[in-house]
């Protein structure tokens, strides 16, 4: 039997099994993907200081060193059931049982869906998917596409199709209705993405985001902006260009758009049709938490970690006696932050089975947490350290009562 | 195609229109809406459309999220033949 | 034609592999060590994975990560295995399923 159990092969989760089995725990990884590695396969992108970050590197770089360390890692296995059974965890699996005093939770996050009349047509496709296919499996997801859904995810990835091959045509909005939330009104989304504006390879617009710090030059820029969009690396993004359907019989043959209010209302009288093979939707990211609910974790629900999260403290601790979290689970932040987190967890889990020597490891990796934080090229919420802080208190609460 | 005809349950295929009208009709809980159209009872488990159902719940209820899941989950959270569950491995 | 990517300007070019011949609905298809039956069927153009159990819709990938099951797919006579998550092996037997009846629909419940 292992004296750590991890579900979830990605930064979060093989950063705790390094950590853990480097002061002499023995750990084993399962993961329902054919390889290690998580979300971190396929992310590729050039960081401000002109280096590429490469997921595929980095996940076999993590893969090769947890393997030396000795941490067993079984891909291709699908936990379906947890429960507690005497003192220990025992999870349910497609290949058998396994049970330890503890557990890590590192399941990551799921993207979060935008419906669009005719999405369900083969062709349409998460932009998670479209950067699994064209960087993992090196396959063009088509030969022109449409991404709907302008978000900081959507604009990285249709870089990285672009980079490989595959035509983006536009990136736009969804329709606005009921179930668009933010993502179909071009204010809200102006003001996400100025604050990734440093990003941007063009330095008008890197230079024009300092300009619009205030609302009212935000209104005045989503009000004249640019009915052919604002080019990025080439690719033309519209904020007030919606989807109104995408068409095709057997798959998808276009997206029927429109131009839209500042509000997110379509324009009569504007309607287009953009011929296409492929379409992207993106909604962003929201913690994949079944596997904790199941377990009997208590949550708090924030926004700004991308919905509902499982209780946990600075030491990556819920409140359920040996169950740990780390990574996109208890909120949504970059893959440097989730190898941090796993850190944290893979030191407190040896600290809990009294084999880490040094303490001071543990109270470094987690300032290194907060280091990697605050200097994130991209940060997914400008909220997050209120909402981890709110997630303290509460677990705090939740173990006192 | 009409908007409100969008599918929000890919897997059992229930539109919008009709959540939200069967949402503002009973008043009623994600998990009501849930039982009453099918929605996010398909072969994923509703992991692609429980945020949308809490967002027409919201829309056509004025129930607002709280900390606790309002869809609640239930074991096996993979769809898995009756042999694994006795366990016999796949 | 192939949609593979073999020479990529920053994640480099792909190695020599083998390659594994399988069979979807019938027809044999060609793929390369390491991909997934979603993979190797995109790179020959075939989008449609299954049809919708009860309304016949032509359904492909969504989110080739494991989390939708739209891509689900028979394999050897097993159901439900996820197209995006599932390797090809040599002379891999993969069908798409078919409309499924449902005579039990509307039975007592109908409005």
């Known amino acids: 039997m292992n004296d750590v159990l991890v579900i979830g092969a990605g930064p979060a989760g093989l950063s705790a099994a390094i950590a853990a089995a480097r002061q002499g725990l023995s750990v084993k990884i399962v993961d329902e993907f054919y390889r290690p590695g998580g979300r971190l396969l396929g992310q590729l992108h050039e960081e401000p200081d002109g280096v590429w970050w490469n997921g595929l590197a980095e996940a076999a770089r993590l893969d090769q060193e947890a393997r030396a360390?000795?941490?067993?890692?079984?891909?291709?296995?699908s936990v379906y059931d947890i429960a507690r059974c005497d003192d220990r965890w025992r999870i349910s699996t497609t290949e058998g049982e396994w049970e330890s005093s503890l557990l890590l939770i590192a399941t990551g996050a799921s993207e979060a869906a935008v419906p669009v009349p005719g999405w369900t047509l083969p062709g349409v496709m998460s932009i998670g998917a479209a950067q699994v296919m064209t960087n993992v499996q090196r396959v063009r997801v088509g030969k022109k596409g449409v991404v709907i859904g302008v978000n900081i995810l959507s604009v990285a990835i249709a870089r990285e199709l672009q980079l490989a091959?595959?035509?983006?045509?536009?990136?736009?909005?969804?329709p606005l209705s009921e179930v668009s939330g933010k993502a179909g009104r071009p204010h809200e989304i102006m003001r996400s993405l100025l604050r990734v504006a440093h990003l941007a390879p063009s330095p008008v617009i890197r230079l024009?985001?300092?300009?619009?710090?205030?609302?009212?030059?935000?209104?005045?820029?989503?009000?004249?902006?640019?009915?052919?969009?604002?080019?990025?690396?080439?690719?033309?993004?519209?904020?007030?260009?919606?989807?109104?359907?995408?068409?095709?019989?057997?798959?998808?043959?276009?997206?029927?758009?429109?131009r839209v209010t500042p509000e997110g209302l379509p324009i009569p009288g504007t309607e287009q049709l953009i011929p296409a093979d492929f379409v992207c939707i993106a909604g962003g990211l929201s913690p994949l938490a079944e596997l904790a609910a199941i377990a009997g974790c208590p949550f708090a629900y924030v926004p700004a970690l991308g919905g509902h999260v499982p209780l946990h403290d600075e030491y990556m601790k819920t409140p359920l006696p040996g169950l740990y979290v780390a990574g996109n689970i208890t909120g949504i932040e970059s893959a440097r932050v989730a190898m941090s987190q796993g850190t944290v967890a893979g030191l407190s889990m040896a600290q809990a089975s009294g084999l880490l020597a040094d303490d001071s490891l543990l109270s470094q990796a987690q300032l290194q947490v907060k280091r990697v934080r605050q200097n994130a090229t991209i940060q997914f919420h400008p909220d997050i350290a209120a909402g981890r802080e709110l997630v303290g208190q509460m677990a705090a609460a939740w173990t006192a009562r | 195609m009409d908007a409100q005809q969008v599918i929000i349950c890919r897997c059992e295929e229930v539109s919008l229109e009709e959540l939200l009208s069967t949402a503002r009709e009973y008043q009623?809980?994600?998990?009501?809406?849930?039982?009453?159209?099918?929605?996010?009872m398909g072969c994923c488990g509703g992991r692609t459309c429980r945020i949308l159902i809490e967002q027409i719940v919201e829309q056509a209820t004025g129930q607002v999220p709280t900390h606790t899941v309002s869809l609640g989950y239930q074991p096996p959270v993979r769809p898995i033949s009756f042999q694994t569950l006795g366990g016999k491995s796949s | 034609m192939s949609q593979r990517i073999f020479?990529?300007?920053?994640?480099?070019?792909?190695?020599?592999?083998?390659?594994?011949?399988f069979q979807f609905n019938g027809a044999v298809y060609t793929a390369y060590e390491g991909e997934t039956i979603a993979g190797a069927l995109l790179a020959a153009g075939v989008r449609t994975l299954r049809v919708h159990e009860e309304t016949g819709a032509p359904r492909g990938i969504y989110c080739n990560i494991g989390h939708c099951y739209e891509c689900r797919v028979h394999v050897d006579g097993i159901p439900t295995v996820r197209a995006c998550m599932t390797l090809v092996t040599e002379g891999m037997c993969v069908t798409a399923g078919s409309v499924l009846p449902t005579p039990l629909k509307k039975g007592g419940h109908a409005k």
């Open chain 1, 165 to 174: 091959g595959v035509h983006v045509e536009q990136l736009i909005l969804p």
């Open chain 3, 7 to 21: 020479h990529h300007p920053v994640l480099g070019s792909m190695e020599e592999r083998t390659a594994l011949q």
């Open chain 2, 28 to 40: 009623c809980t994600a998990r009501e809406l849930k039982l009453r159209t099918r929605a996010g």
């Open chain 1, 208 to 258: 024009g985001s300092k300009l619009m710090g205030s609302a009212w030059m935000q209104r005045l820029a989503v009000a004249f902006f640019p009915s052919k969009g604002v080019r990025m690396w080439d690719m033309p993004i519209h904020l007030r260009t919606a989807a109104l359907e995408i068409v095709g019989t057997s798959q998808v043959e276009g997206v029927r758009t429109a």
């Open chain 1, 69 to 77: 360390l000795g941490v067993n890692i079984s891909c291709g296995v």
